[in-house]
């Protein structure tokens, strides 16, 4: 038996096929481009979804016959909080998708009163430009297409993955799951249902969002072409990427602590119930990372905007190449600080208005290093904020294509103290929606093997550390 699982990310698009034990069998992959313009992070809906289908011929070009017969299933992990305005009636598209990283509504939420720790309690997250609701505002004021198909009552925002769901499957009903929901910042994340106080704050109908189905639930066939000769394949999986990447490995554990290192750096750990411990006046975030009839799981995450994407920018901008970074043996004191705020500081700081900048003097190069280096302080503030909750914490695993950085990984057990552990197959997103498929499995990636970084003393790190909290502590 296998599974068609899509992973739609922030640089690319790919598509795997994997068996019930997680190997996977074959895979594709797509470049997509992003464009910005200051706050503006957009893509163009029919590009994206053009690489999601170019990945999965890609995909299935490689397997037999027989091994494409075998496929039963398919999951659809994507970005969080990205989503597109379309026309309900019609289904064309009205806006370009509107990244997570974009913040172009900043000053809508500043002329909002809003109680943050209530926020919180019924949402789960922060009063932040990243999610959709400002955003979807915006749109409404300030795009005439959205404008039109509003007042018609034919205007519809759909998460990244709704929009995908509709378009692979030629849906006549729009659907959503928990996770990507939740990122809207439209969602009681209690309840698991529309909120309305928050609609009402934002001034969007209910009717312009689609139905929230469960995690692993049925969302269509995703048709294939007949040069596939298979006619379709049942969607039972949709969820956020960093949603997934929690339940990679198998059953996630309350004693570890899982950072997933992508275009951003997303650091979590599994909570034994709804309630969100108090720390450091709910710096951190409650994220539902899967909910069905028997299962509902909460994680207490943080998140980190600049990470591979801080070394993309950064690297451009610099003129460097980012092989730099592949051996680096250690660091040299006099290099500059970096203040990271590429897309914006996510937890704990929640901050848009300050500028990424360099403190000191140095190289391209040595600044480049201090791009790495700056990932890795702010990955670690969030780890001390998660280590000191019950029950202690034990392990670290990182995933995600920057978990390949032996130099990154190298600084996070220097600086936490706790010994790192980073698995050979990094594609979390695509196994944690293949490991719910395929029923959790206990025979779960049998042939994984881990690379592990011990915490070594590295006292001119450390210096380094706490020379940029107290800049961070400026701001």
Known sequence: MYFLAIDQG?????????????????????????????????????????????????????????????????SLVTQRSSFVAINAKTKETLSNIISWQDTRAQRELELLSIDECWLSAQTGLKLSAHYGASKMKWCIENNDKVKLAASNNELLFLPLASFLVMKLTNNKT?????????????????????HKEMLDIFAINQSFLPKILATNDNFGHI????????DSIPLNYVNGDQSAAIFAYGQPKERELLINMGTGAFISRILSSKLTPVIDDNALLRSIVHADDENTFFVLEGTVNGCGAA???????????????????????????FINT????????????????????????????????????????????????????????VSGGMSNNFALCQMLADLSGYKISAPDEVEASVLGGIWWLANRPNNWLPELTYKYYQPKKNASLKRRYLLWKAEMAKF
Request: negative net charge; glycine residues 6%; proline residues 5%.
């Open 311 to 337: 070394i993309d920018k950064m690297a451009n901008m610099l003129g460097v190449n980012k092989s730099t970074l592949d051996d680096i043996e250690h660091l040299n004191e006099s290099i500059p600080l």
């Open 10 to 74: 922030g640089s690319s698009s790919r598509v795997l096929v994997c068996d019930r034990s997680g190997e996977i069998i074959s895979q594709g992959q797509c470049q997509v481009p992003t464009e910005r313009c200051g706050p503006v992070v957009e893509q163009n809906p029919q590009r994206l979804y053009d690489s999601v289908r170019k990945s999965m011929r890609c995909c299935l070009a490689k397997l037999s016959v027989e091994q494409r017969t075998k496929i039963n299933s398919a």
């Open 223 to 230: 048709t294939l072409s007949k040069n596939d000769r298979q």
């Open 342 to 397: 590429i897309g914006g500081l996510g937890a704990p700081y929640w901050r848009t208005d300050i500028e990424s900048r360099f403190i000191g003097e140095g190289s391209d190069e040595e600044r480049f290093v201090a791009v790495l280096e700056s990932i890795a302080f702010l990955i670690t503030v969030l780890v001390e904020l998660l280590s000191i909750l019950p029950p202690k914490l034990e392990s670290i695993t």
């Open 174 to 194: 729009f659907y959503v799951d928990p996770a990507n929901a939740a990122r809207t910042l439209l969602l009681d994340i209690n309840a698991i249902c529309w």
